[in-house]
């Protein structure tokens, strides 16, 4: 006597497979979602080491880095350049130094400062190299959702005989609406990592958790903009490059980008405006480091009050826990 063989029929077969592909449909928003908290938690961790950094920094020095410095022999280097030792990069720190100071000039009568730019001489004939550590990431200044600030960049338009590595994260420049003229006017900026800065803690009248002092804004589409080490920026105060202020109209302006995209708002990788305000790849918002070292995720709700958040000394009233 024959026995029938136990089977699926095609219907139940293709039930079961929808069912998997139902299940499978469920399941991976949820990786997604888990690893992209995973991500944005790793971005905050990067931001506390930071503060702890700035502070360490501030212990030794009596004052926060410059956003951007300009002094021999260190033309141009940004707030993180200037405080390597302070986060275990003190080999990094010594090469970036030694070949600031022993470079060989060969500048026939130029401005000397042209000497020390870490970029080195693209534009000369013949070109000069750039200072080593230009081109050399460091997993501190990486978001880890954006995967481009991973990348290294090699070729004499990028920076000079070298490479050029980058960075997600900003210094606070300023929280001034329209006025953005840092660079040779220290004045112009009420934020705490500006051109020349030297920001003391007791600088921030408006309270330490009460101003944010780095934020999260993507290298810009075409990479020219969010190099780590150094940086003039668009318009030599650094801005775009290493530091940012809450309201870029003229940085906005000069790229040709409407004012519509100044101001905290998500942004998108392929957009060259999007350059010009804080955001980041993470969902709903941005992490950002306040001067007391504490680090807070921001939603782009926050906007209306970035001005107030980003100045050190504006004695505005307003209740972060609002936002």
Not at 166 to 173: H, I, N, P, R
Not at 303 to 317: A, C, D, K, S, Y
Request: aromatic share 16%; net charge negative.
């Amino acid at each position: 006597m024959h026995r029938a063989r136990g089977g699926f029929t095609l219907i139940e077969l293709l039930v079961v497979i929808a069912i998997i592909g139902t299940l499978i449909g469920l399941l991976l928003p949820a990786v997604q979602k888990v690893r992209d908290a995973a991500a944005r938690i790793k971005c905050a961790n990067n931001l506390k080491q930071m503060g702890l950094a700035l502070h360490n920094y501030h212990d030794v020095n009596g004052h926060f880095p410059d956003g951007v410095a300009y002094q021999y022999p260190y033309y141009y280097w940004s707030w993180m350049a200037q405080m390597m030792p302070f986060y275990e990069q003190d080999n990094l720190w010594k090469q970036a130094d030694t070949w600031a100071r022993t470079t060989p000039d060969t500048w026939n009568g130029q401005n000397p400062a042209y000497h020390w730019w870490p970029w080195g001489g693209f534009w000369l004939n013949p070109m000069t190299p750039a200072n080593p550590v230009l081109g050399m990431p460091v997993k501190t200044w990486i978001c880890p959702s954006d995967g481009r600030e991973e990348l290294i960049i090699t070729g004499p338009q990028w920076g000079g005989l070298g490479n050029v590595a980058f960075t997600g994260y900003l210094g606070v420049a300023s929280g001034a609406e329209g006025n953005e003229n840092y660079y040779g006017n220290r004045n112009a900026a009420n934020g705490t990592l500006f051109w020349r800065s030297h920001t003391r803690i007791a600088d921030i009248t408006d309270g330490t958790s009460n101003t944010a002092i780095v934020g999260e804004r993507p290298p810009s589409t075409d990479l020219y903009y969010g190099w780590w080490f150094a940086g003039a920026g668009w318009d030599g105060s650094g801005e775009g490059d290493v530091v940012l202020g809450a309201r870029g109209y003229q940085y906005a302006a000069a790229l040709g980008c409407p004012s519509s995209y100044v101001g905290f708002q998500s942004g998108r990788f392929n957009n060259p405006c999007d350059q010009v305000h804080f955001w980041s790849p993470h969902d709903g918002g941005a992490n950002f480091l306040r001067g007391d070292a504490s680090v807070r995720f921001c939603t782009y709700a926050i906007n209306q009050i970035l001005p107030q958040f980003f100045t050190r000394n504006g004695n505005e009233v307003f209740n972060i826990d609002n936002f």
